[in-house]
């Protein structure tokens, strides 16, 4: 009994967990996204925090992924996360979609302290 408890509770505390649950999760003055693998901050795409908060993997298959586009056509202050978070570092906004037509205050708020 105590086992199966103890295993629930686990269970519980990790499906619990922002950084598990959710596909962005939001520390400060940074947003990550596990699933696209790269953090950002209110300059843009960021290789320091997306190592620090997501791991040396993380970081590498971004370098990875700058390197296939090109320096040059890789634009680090205009990104899409998973979910359509959408943020514009010149603008300082946060949007719910690619689309633009919506704020995303707590994107905004976390990145640029608007």
């Not at 680090?76 to 946060?94: E, I, R, V, Y």
């Amino acid at each position: 009994m105590r086992y199966s408890y103890t295993l629930l509770l686990m269970l519980t505390m990790t499906l619990a967990s922002p950084a598990r649950a959710a596909l962005d999760f939001y520390k400060e003055g940074a947003i990550c996204d596990r699933k696209s693998g790269f953090c950002a901050d209110h300059m843009g795409v960021s290789l320091g925090l997306t190592k620090v908060y997501l791991g040396d993997k993380a970081e590498q298959k971004l370098m990875a992924t700058i390197n296939k586009v090109g320096s040059d056509a890789f634009n680090p202050k205009s990104f899409t996360m998973t979910g359509g978070l959408t943020c514009d570092a010149d603008k300082k906004q946060c949007w719910t979609s690619k689309l633009r037509d919506k704020p995303h205050d707590k994107g905004t708020k976390t990145l640029f302290n608007n």
